[in-house]
């Protein structure tokens, strides 16, 4: 029982575009969601976090829409860069310290 | 400067051997995890400790063993190994277990690649 999914398993753009990560998720419990980016021979690093009860969050060029109703969060990165190529994995918590991860979605930034 | 370190990175081992993968976080975190991540890329919780302390335990088989020392170290003990434990297997840690903000960002180690013959 897939709890977070990310249909996409990868996901190419334009260096300068913008590139938009989606994620969906089954269980009504979940209350906070958070995103990850993952390099090659690296651990995930923590990079957003929302709340479920805000339906945007943004810090710089990151931004995380929730969208309680259809249980579906997206991520969006504008502008795109290079550096930015990466796995990113959406993960939700229900308390306890016990995040559910979705299996990430690779995205390739082109110069 | 590593905040959550694990050694091995690779680990190459036969069937039926018993290995260890060792954690150590220097953050002065209470939490610590360990997740495998499998050949389809999910990243799956295994085990949490808080302060030394078992929190989480899914449904893993009983040949992984994790010990915590105390509270900068998670190490997880594997007997018996199988073909199907092979996996990258990521240790983290929280500042505490609650799942609140702002404490629910978890640090993760570089990974250990377990490959077993």
């Known amino acids: 029982d897939q709890q977070v999914k990310q249909n996409s398993p990868s996901l190419s753009v334009q260096e300068g575009r913008i590139s938009i990560l989606n994620c969906d998720y089954t269980n009504s419990m979940f209350d906070y969601f958070l995103w990850y980016k993952k390099y090659p021979a690296e651990g995930p690093t923590f990079l957003i976090s929302?709340?479920?009860?805000?339906d945007k969050n943004e810090d710089g060029r990151f931004t995380v829409f929730l969208n309680k109703s259809a249980k579906h969060l997206s991520l969006h990165i504008v502008p795109s860069q290079p550096g930015d190529s990466a796995v990113y994995f959406c993960?939700?918590?229900?308390?306890?310290?016990?995040?559910?991860f979705g299996d990430g979605t690779t995205l390739t930034v082109k110069p | 400067d590593t905040a959550v370190s694990q050694t091995p990175k690779y680990l190459v081992t036969q069937m039926g051997n018993d290995k260890s993968i060792k954690c150590e976080q220097n953050?002065?975190?209470?939490?610590m995890y360990w997740y495998k991540q499998d050949s389809k890329k999910f990243l799956k919780i295994m085990f949490s400790y808080n302060n030394k302390e078992l929190i989480i335990n899914e449904t893993v088989p009983n040949r992984f063993s994790p010990k915590s020392p105390d509270k900068a170290h998670l190490n997880l003990h594997i007997n018996s190994l199988e073909l199907g434990d092979s996996a990258v297997y990521f240790c983290a840690s929280s500042q505490d277990p609650s799942g609140r903000p702002p404490y629910n960002e978890q640090f993760f180690g570089p990974g250990t690649r377990l490959t077993v013959l």
């Open positions: 953050l002065g975190h209470d939490t």
């Open positions: 993960a939700a918590s229900a308390g306890a310290g016990k995040s559910t």
């Open positions: 929302i709340s479920s009860i805000k």
